[in-house]
T-cell receptor, first 114, second 114 residues
Framework: EPEVTQTPSHQVTQMGQEVILRCVPISNHLYFYWYRQILGQKVEFLVSFYNNEISEKSEIFDDQFSVERPDGSNFTLKIRSTKLEDSAMYFC????????????FGPGTRLTVT | AQSVTQLGSHVSVSEGALVLLRCNYSSSVPPYLFWYVQYPNQGLQLLLKYTTGATLVKGINGFEAEFKKSETSFHLTKPSAHMSDAAEYFCAVTPSGSARQLTFGSGTQLTVLP
C-alpha cells in the first residue's frame, strides 16, 4: 500500500540554523500539507500546497517558513532560522483531491532546536 | 472559525469492554469530520470519516462514529476493545467546501487493560 514517507525521522539543530524537512507524498496525490505538533499540544495546520503554489496557510506559517516541490516526488518544508519554539513533530500529508478525501499522513519528523 | 474538543485526554477500558471516545465540534458551516489513530512512532491513520449522507459511519478495525448535528458531536465507539486498540485517537474537522485544512482535537490516549 502506498504511503507518505518523511526524512529524517529526527533532526537536531542549533537555534538560528536553517533546516529542511523532506517528504515524499503518495505519487498520484495532488494536494500536500504540513502540520506540526508541539509536545503535549494539538496537531496544528501549517500550510497546504496545490498546483505548485500555497493554497492555504495558517498564522503560524510566517516568513521563516517556506515550502517547495523541487521535483516530481519531493515536498519540503524549510525553516530559515530556527527558534527554540520550533521544536515539534512535523507531519507531512497528501490527498488526491477535494475536501471529502482523506489526507494520508507520514510518520513525522521530530525537530529538536537547542 | 472551528474547533474540536475531545473530552478525556486519557481513557482506560478493559479488554472486551465498550470503547467510547468523545468529540464535540464547533463550526460555522457544515463540517466534514474525521477520526485518526496514531500508534507509537507512526503517522496518523484515518479510522473513519463523515462527509455527507448516513450519519452512522463505520471505519476500520470495528470502530464506528455517529454524527449528531443537534449535539455537535461525533463520538467514536467500538463494542469490544482489543489490546491492539491501545493508541492515541484524534478527532478532526474541516469545513465542507473548498477548505482542506484539518483542525484537530487534543487527542485521547486509549489504554486497554488485560
Amino acid at each position: 500500500e502506498p504511503e507518505v514517507t518523511q526524512t529524517p525521522s529526527h533532526q537536531v539543530t542549533q537555534m538560528g540554523q536553517e533546516v529542511i524537512l523532506r517528504c515524499v507524498p503518495i505519487s498520484n496525490h495532488l494536494y500536500f500539507y504540513w502540520y506540526r505538533q508541539i509536545l503535549g499540544q494539538k496537531v496544528e495546520f501549517l500550510v497546504s500546497f496545490y498546483n505548485n503554489e500555497i493554497s492555504e496557510k495558517s498564522e503560524i506559517f510566517d516568513d521563516q517558513f517556506s515550502v517547495e516541490r523541487p521535483d516530481g516526488s519531493n515536498f519540503t518544508l524549510k525553516i530559515r532560522s530556527t527558534k527554540l519554539e520550533d521544536s515539534a513533530m512535523y507531519f507531512c500529508a497528501s490527498s488526491k483531491q477535494g475536501a471529502k478525501v482523506e489526507q494520508y499522513f507520514g510518520p513525522g519528523t521530530r525537530l529538536t532546536v537547542t | 472559525a472551528q474547533s474540536v474538543t475531545q473530552l478525556g485526554s486519557h481513557v482506560s477500558v478493559s479488554e472486551g469492554a465498550l470503547v467510547l471516545l468523545r468529540c464535540n465540534y464547533s463550526s460555522s458551516v457544515p463540517p466534514y469530520l474525521f477520526w485518526y489513530v496514531q500508534y507509537p512512532n507512526q503517522g496518523l491513520q484515518l479510522l473513519l470519516k463523515y462527509t455527507t449522507g448516513a450519519t452512522l459511519v463505520k471505519g476500520i478495525n470495528g470502530f464506528e462514529a455517529e454524527f449528531k448535528k443537534s449535539e455537535t458531536s461525533f463520538h467514536l465507539t467500538k463494542p469490544s476493545a482489543h489490546m491492539s486498540d491501545a493508541a492515541e485517537y484524534f478527532c478532526a474537522v474541516t469545513p465542507s467546501g473548498s477548505a482542506r485544512q484539518l483542525t484537530f482535537g487534543s487527542g485521547t490516549q486509549l489504554t486497554v487493560l488485560p
